[in-house]
C-alpha cells in the first residue's frame, strides 16, 4: 500500500528565513498531495494542497512542488513568522484497488521559528 | 458557517468501559472520515463512511471499534471495552462527496480520550 516518508522530522529557522519539508511517496497512482497544518492541540488544518496534473502551486508565502517521476512532493515557507511554528504534516491519496479516499499522512515536521 | 464538529471535546473512561464519539460533518458533505493520532505522531486513518454505509473500514481494528454515519444525526464512533493503548486523540474529517476519491478533506476539533 502507499507509503508517504517525511522529513525532518524537526527543523528550526529564524524569522525572515525560508523552511523547506520534503515528502516522498511510495504509489505512483497517487494523485492528490495536501499540506496540513496542526498547532498544539488543535484540529489539522489544510494550508494547500497539489494535484498530480500540476507541477507548482503558490499562495502567498506558501508553495508546494510535485515531482511525480521522483515521487516527492515539497512545503515551501518563505519569510517565515513565529505563527508559522506548528507540526505539518504532508499526505497522499492512495489510488488502488479498496481505497477510496482515505488520506496516508507522513509523520509529521515540527517546526520551530525563532523570534 | 459551521466546520466539522466533534464532541465529546475530551473522554475520560476507566479500562473496560465504552467511549463513544460524535461527529456532525460540514454542511453539505456527505462523506465522513476518522483518524486516530497518537502523541508525538501522525493521523492514522481508520474508517470512512457515507450516510448509512461503510466505504472502508480497513484501518479500525476488528475488535471493539465499530463506526456508523446514520440517515439522520451525526457519525459516531464506539470503543467498547476501552484499554490503555486507546488513548489518542481521534479526528473526524468530511468531504462533499461529489468528487471521488479525490476531495478535500476538512478535520473537526478532535476527540482526546484518555483512559485510566
Known amino acids: 500500500g502507499e507509503n508517504v516518508e517525511q522529513h525532518p522530522s524537526t527543523l528550526s529557522v529564524q524569522e525572515g528565513d525560508s523552511a523547506v519539508i520534503k515528502c516522498t511517496y511510495s504509489?505512483?497512482?497517487?494523485?492528490?498531495f495536501p499540506w496540513y497544518k496542526q498547532e498544539l492541540g488543535k484540529r489539522p488544518q489544510l494550508i494547500i494542497d497539489?494535484?498530480?496534473?500540476?507541477g507548482e502551486k503558490k499562495d502567498q508565502r506558501i508553495a508546494v512542488t510535485l515531482n511525480k517521476t521522483a515521487k516527492h512532493f515539497s512545503l515551501h515557507i518563505t519569510e517565515t513568522q513565529p505563527e508559522d511554528s506548528a507540526v505539518y504534516f504532508c499526505a497522499a491519496i492512495p489510488n488502488y484497488g479498496g481505497s477510496q479516499g482515505n488520506l496516508i499522512f507522513g509523520k509529521g515536521t515540527k517546526l520551530s521559528v525563532k523570534p | 458557517n459551521a466546520g466539522v464538529m466533534q464532541n465529546p471535546r475530551h473522554l475520560v473512561r476507566r479500562r473496560g468501559q465504552e467511549a463513544r464519539l460524535r461527529c456532525s460533518p460540514m454542511?453539505?458533505?456527505?462523506?465522513v472520515y476518522w483518524y486516530r493520532q497518537l502523541p508525538e505522531e501522525g493521523l492514522k486513518f481508520m474508517v470512512y463512511?457515507?450516510?448509512?454505509?461503510?466505504?472502508?473500514e480497513s484501518g479500525m481494528p476488528k475488535e471493539r471499534f465499530s463506526a456508523e454515519f446514520p440517515k439522520e444525526g451525526p457519525s459516531i464512533l464506539r470503543i467498547q471495552q476501552v484499554v490503555r493503548g486507546d488513548s489518542a486523540a481521534y479526528f473526524c474529517a468530511s468531504s462533499p462527496g461529489l468528487f471521488r476519491p479525490v476531495e478535500t478533506q476538512y478535520f473537526g476539533p478532535g476527540t482526546r480520550l484518555l483512559v485510566l
Open positions: 454542511k453539505g458533505h456527505s462523506h
Open positions: 504509489d505512483s497512482a497517487s494523485n492528490y
Open positions: 497539489i494535484r498530480s496534473n500540476v
Open positions: 463512511l457515507q450516510k448509512e454505509n461503510i466505504i472502508d
